[in-house]
């Protein structure tokens, strides 16, 4: 099966520090979304990725889909408390059927 | 609210019982998955569906079984429940932006746990 591969597992940082995580496949993708969840929530989408290259800003985040469609990143600038959450990244592959692939997440702490 | 609705939010039960979980997805949306989070684990796929019909399965016990009705909402049955099915279940759906593109947008999640 596929493999996505999220690092790091988790972060503490200071407030309004930047935050930088990202994710690589075993094989290419056709999308890339980056979701936020809060505990016991569902997942909110952040950001989607659709073309190899493509770097897409929402607010103080910024994604990229990599060159080889293998990856994936994610830029948080100027961190606050309510960045406080676990990233998921997500990739769609097109070798099974356009099915989706979680990485493990980043659980990210912001400190005050 | 993401307009994928899950019910029950909490539930508690017992081993051995059997559950059903329900989703109604975002209005247009014509596939839904479902996915099981144990405690700080990451999000495991079960199983989708699109306009009614199975579409992937994945590490889905027997035990556990869907289906997504005419009007497109999904129940996801569990059955002979463990101590180790508590977790967090959610609904997906999708709905096709072209060329294969997808967004998934998730529900609330529905937390069961097994005494």
């Known amino acids: 099966g596929q493999q996505l591969n999220q690092s790091p597992q988790s972060m503490f940082i200071q407030e309004g520090e930047d935050v930088s995580m990202n994710c690589t496949s075993s094989?290419?993708?056709?999308?890339w979304l980056w979701y936020k969840q809060d505990p016991g929530e569902g997942p909110v989408l952040l950001i989607a990725?659709?073309?190899?290259?493509e770097l897409t800003s929402n607010g103080r985040l910024t994604a990229q889909f990599g060159i080889t469609r293998k990856d994936s990143f994610l830029n948080i600038s100027a961190s606050i408390p309510s960045d406080v959450g676990i990233y998921f990244c997500a990739g769609q592959s097109p070798d099974t059927g356009n099915q989706f692939y979680f990485g493990t997440g980043t659980s990210l702490t912001v400190i005050p | 609210d993401s307009g994928v609705t899950q019910t029950p939010k909490h539930l508690i039960t017992a081993t051995g019982q059997r559950v059903t979980l329900r989703c109604s997805p975002r209005?247009?949306?014509?596939?839904v998955y479902w996915y099981q989070q144990s405690l700080d684990q990451g999000l495991q796929f079960l199983i989708q569906?699109?306009?009614?019909?199975?579409?992937a399965k994945g590490n889905i016990l027997e035990r556990f079984s869907a289906q997504q009705f005419p009007d497109l909402h999904s129940e996801l049955n569990l059955s002979s429940l463990e101590l180790g099915d508590s977790a967090l279940y959610f609904c997906?759906?999708?709905?096709?932006?072209?060329?294969?593109?997808?967004?998934?947008?998730f529900g609330a999640g529905s937390r069961l746990t097994v005494l």
């Open positions: 990725l659709y073309k190899a290259g």
């Open positions: 094989s290419i993708f056709n999308t």
């Open positions: 209005s247009g949306d014509l596939s």
């Open positions: 997906a759906s999708s709905v096709p932006l072209g060329a294969g593109a997808n967004v998934l947008t």
């Open positions: 569906y699109y306009n009614g019909e199975e579409r």
